[in-house]
């Protein structure tokens, strides 16, 4: 698992805005939903097929986790210049491009897997190559997402999406690449690159554009209409300390450094948002300390779970059967209980699932637990990345989204680094342990921010700043 005035530029979001047809999310979500959820099929019989593949190559945990390691060490190194180049460029066209490349990459490595000259160090340098690309697109996926649908059908918007990538790669995908897997370690590989050239194509028959300069003169164009004088207009108020105010960025003017920092300094004066940044920080780091040794963990005679080859991609079915829960619910448990008590439910939930599968080891226990993980985690997403895409200007939301990716998803391979590095210390136990001590002190600094009058008021700010 990423605003406000900026939306949209196609004929099918003006058609969605008649009164008729106020719910209709429009043919280029369609096209983005199917493109979603067929690459995320792919990814999902990666997500078992990988590191079946890696546990054939290796059982030290170290070189086993330098699998996850290198997937992830691109959010780390190049996410905030992902986020200046969202902001730059036609952000669909750089999703395609990036599909485009992560299917000749993956059909490359499906060739050396058939022609059994796959190692596990070119496992980690497929692994960097899809991670380096899925950095771009994500970036350029969560702010494209505003400009698809408009801003008070996020939610609704945020959830299907998920809700697709969850079965897809979650239910369908890992059971399917593990089956597959058992026939010929190529297949799940070479099926994923054809995920990801039909989710290009999908992608590139988007309409509308999604530039910069096209963005900015549509904003300067709706700000020029919203200050023409009217009988019933208010005299101006004093801007909200709320949402801290956009510099308005000059295309040519200034380098990639600078414009980093633009975004990092508008994350860094919101309190609530910044918070949301450290807790997602590290929600993943604890997060892939257990997972960056699960098929140590569950498969074979030395693992924990002492499961077969076979059943390994049935171990995500719990946490996809939560997830889609969560994808479902999350705007309804919001709407009942309110989004900040719904965000501190799911910070609990996460921190007392690695503490369950760390002390009992059972394979029962490991499913009810990932099937709560899977339900916090979405309501969690859910939530907070709709605050932050109505929230962020829509000039910087690329970079304000890298900076928060920075820091979520570059813990991702700190975390696996000490995940392995503590399995070959201490067990294969300990990883999980770890990770529930550092969120249980995640949570307890986090609490007296995150509460549920701050995230009321944050909400509200940003819906009275739409009208």
Known sequence: MSDVDQRGTSSDQRRTSSSGARDRLGANYRRLWVASTTSNLGDGMDSAALPLLAEALTRDPMLFAGVAIAGRLPWLLFSLYAGVIADRVDRRRLMYGCNAARFALMAAFGAAVVFDVATIWLLYAVSIGLGTFEVLFDNAASALMPAVVRSDQLEKANGRLFAGEIVTNQFVGPALGAWLFGIAAALPI??????????????????????????????????????????GDLAPTEPSAAVPAATPTVPGRRG?????????????????????ALLTAAMNGATMMGYAILGLFAVGEESVLQLGQASFGLLFVAGATGSLLGSFGAERIAGVLGRGVALRISLVAIGVVPLAIGLTGDVAVYLVAQALYGFAAVMWNVITISLRQRLVPDELLGRVNSVFRFLGWGAMPVGALVGGATAAAFGLRAPWLTAAGVMTVAVLLALPVLTPAAVAAADDEARSDER
Do not use: C, N, Q
Not at 196 to 210: D, K, N, P, V, W
């Open 256 to 276: 990639a450094v600078a414009e980093i920092g633009e975004g990092l300094a508008w994350l860094r004066r919101h309190r609530l948002l910044w918070t949301f």
């Open 190 to 231: 070479l099926l994923d690159a054809g995920t990801f050239a039909i989710s290009a194509a999908l992608i590139f028959a988007m309409t509308g554009t999604y530039s910069r300069d096209h963005r900015r003169s549509r904003k300067l164009s709706a700000a020029a209409e919203a200050l023409e004088p009217d009988a």
